[in-house]
């Protein structure tokens, strides 16, 4: 067991996620390092200063654009839009490790026969015409359907027709406009060894542990307790994930580490203990202030991130706007290795301009020239992040 201090613990997480001192990751090789490290980033359609996998690497990447994440996605073919923590972008390699959705999907086709006329509509249209929308798709059949897999809902034949094949892995998302999603076959593009390799762990137990261990390295430090960090792993209820870390901490794949003043044991990868030692060396970089996507890989656990940083965040777009706190689309802001405050930042397209529309900075900061000066850089790197030419502050709470 390691034991840490609640600071090291902070430093530990910044710099697994590269956010402590200097950029660890540059340029594409740079997104594809990270995105290796951490399993997979989250996928969420709505852009008021950016996506959500986009406002991740922003954060971490020196020189990132968004046309970086477009072309790894849809010409080098290197990740690939696939669930995993919901919707999500994961590494191509990974393909063969979600087989057994992809066999619950062709199962649970099975309940519909109508479907297999459709789909071969689909495949016949493809052919003819190339990629595909569902708004472009006009299908000769309808059918109510209650679908197993999480991402393919609704009583739109054409989606849901199209969100099925995709689930089954014929169908993988060609490319984005929008939010519109245009599909193709997925033969044409996941390399032939990955498309017939069987899936490597069939069996549930070894699955899950392959899961759990991926989940550990995609946030740095979590506990053996219900988390949103654990979601979209079936059946993975408190009985199999107390006996997935068992034997994680048997196998040494994982390491206990006991943080002062905190109850719970939290665990890390045993290949990251590295960032333990580099921790306990007192380390003192440089001061680095970055705006944190909602759905940031650093804090899936949201109750962790509170007893760690001692940061209450809540993402208030679901919430009534006469309930919210805060804001519709409102940004953690992280300076060293803390977080700071928040900030509602939105992009004025038309005109080229980054709008902060609100900072509210937690009631123990004190903005110091310091602080404003490392603000203001980062708000200059968004604003070239989201092609914006000027810069407009609001507000200052």
């Known amino acids: 067991m390691i034991q840490l201090t609640n600071r090291q613990a902070r430093q530990f997480l910044l710099m697994k996620h590269g956010l402590f001192g200097e950029y660890q990751f540059t340029g594409k090789q740079g997104v594809m390092d990270f995105v290796r490290q951490v399993g997979c980033i989250q996928y969420d359609p709505i852009d008021v200063c950016g996506k959500n996998a986009e406002l991740v690497l922003q954060s971490r990447i020196k020189g990132f654009t968004k046309n970086m994440l477009d072309e790894l996605l849809y010409q080098d073919r290197l990740l690939i839009d696939y669930p995993d923590k919901n919707l999500a972008i994961i590494p191509i390699e990974d393909w063969p490790y979600f087989e057994r959705y992809r066999q619950a999907a062709r199962q649970h086709a099975k309940r519909y026969p109508q479907m297999e006329v459709l789909t071969a509509q689909v495949r016949t249209h493809i052919q003819n015409h190339g990629t595909i929308s569902s708004d472009e798709l006009k299908l000769d059949g309808d059918f109510t359907w209650q679908s197993a897999i999480h991402w393919s809902s609704g009583n739109n034949t054409s989606r849901s027709v199209l969100e099925q094949m995709y689930s089954t892995g014929e169908l993988i998302i060609h490319h984005k406009k929008g ?61 199999q994930r107390n006996e997935v870390f068992r034997q994680l901490l048997h196998e040494d794949r994982i390491v206990a580490v006991a943080v002062e003043q905190m109850k719970d ?54 919430t009534p706007a006469n309930k919210r706190k805060f804001g519709y689309y409102v940004l953690p802001l992280l300076y060293g290795e803390s977080f700071i405050g928040r900030a509602e930042v939105i992009v004025e397209r038309r005109a080229k301009t980054l709008v902060v529309k609100n900072i509210w900075y937690e009631n123990d900061i004190k903005p110091t020239k310091q602080l404003r000066t490392a603000l203001n850089i980062c708000f200059q790197n968004f604003a070239l992040f989201n092609g914006c030419e000027t810069i407009s502050i609001e507000n200052r709470a």
């Open 179 to 239: 939010t519109r999603k245009y599909y193709d076959m997925a033969g044409k593009y996941i390399p032939p060894n990955l498309q017939i390799s069987p899936e490597p762990l069939e069996d549930e137990l070894e699955h899950h542990k392959w899961r759990v261990l991926r989940r550990i390295g995609a946030v740095g430090l979590l506990w053996n307790r219900a988390s949103d960090a654990w979601l979209n792993i079936w059946g993975l209820k408190a009985e």
């Open 265 to 318: 044991m939290l665990y890390c990868r045993t290949e990251d203990l590295p960032l333990i030692e580099a921790v306990l060396q007192n380390p003192a970089p440089k001061l680095r202030c970055e705006l944190i996507a909602p759905l940031d890989n650093l804090i899936w656990d949201r109750k962790l991130i509170n007893k760690l940083f001692g940061f209450d965040y809540t993402w208030e777009i679901y």
